[in-house]
């Protein structure tokens, strides 16, 4: 099984989302099970979330022609927000509800 997450990367106008141009997109990225994520109360959820989260900004951003690229991550649990160090712009991720 895998999850479907939805992609926008934009340019920002005052650091807000401007949408003078932007790129959509779709990635998928295997469940927490892939990452280690056992069901019981052993502490694997943390270790398997932090794992499938950084694999997925490893995805988008290779789809986005990021990869390598440093900056500041939020996460509002259900969205994550990229902005690019010395760029002006931002990156929304959130997940595909299908």
């Not at 959509?24 to 990452?35: C, D, F, I, S, W």
């Not at 988008?60 to 160090?85: Q, S």
């Amino acid at each position: 099984m895998s999850n479907t997450y939805n992609f926008e990367y934009t340019d920002t106008f005052g650091g807000e989302a401007n949408y003078c141009w932007v790129e959509r997109g779709q990635v998928t990225v295997p469940e927490l099970t892939h990452y280690g994520y056992t069901g019981s109360t052993d502490g694997s959820y943390a270790r398997a979330n932090r794992i499938a989260s950084r694999e997925l900004m490893k995805a988008v951003k290779a789809r986005l022609g990021l990869t390598g690229v440093r900056g500041v991550t939020h996460n509002y649990g259900d969205m994550i927000e990229f902005r690019p160090y010395g760029g002006n712009t931002v990156l929304f991720i959130t997940y595909a509800d299908d």
